[in-house]
């Protein structure tokens, strides 16, 4: 099967953006990306020295469509990957019986998340707009 992306990160939602940045900065990683979501969210990419894979933290505020009180089991977010064609990508989870959630662009990314059959969410990011393929000479 063709590989149509890369795993990069694990999300994890917080009741407490600061307090969980120090925690994680105390137990070595060190941040590497962060920002606000175009709905209002807030998320941070970290990254423990030497590793590939990322943690983000991703804090929703009371009154964001993605917030949700918290209960044992509510702190996972989703798994993370690129994807650099999205439309094969979205052709692929489709076919595995995913459920889409959300879908919106950010800038140049396209920003796709769906459910797996146990409600888990997986995102994928990627290019807006496919690359362009060079004519043959």
Known sequence: MARTG???????RVRN????????????FRKVSGGKMEHGGIWIHF?????????????????NRFYEPFRIGTEFDHFGFYAPDMQAWMRL???????????????KQWLIYVQDPDGNWIEAFGPAEPRRRRKKK
């Open 47 to 63: 990254r423990y020295p030497g590793a590939v894979h990322e943690i983000e933290l991703n804090f929703y505020p009371k009154r």
């Open 6 to 12: 890369i795993f990069l990160y694990t999300g994890l």
């Open 93 to 107: 989870v489709k076919r595995a019986g995913a459920k889409v959630v959300a879908e919106f662009k950010e800038g």
């Open 17 to 28: 953006l600061a307090r969980s940045t120090r925690f994680y900065e105390r137990l070595g």
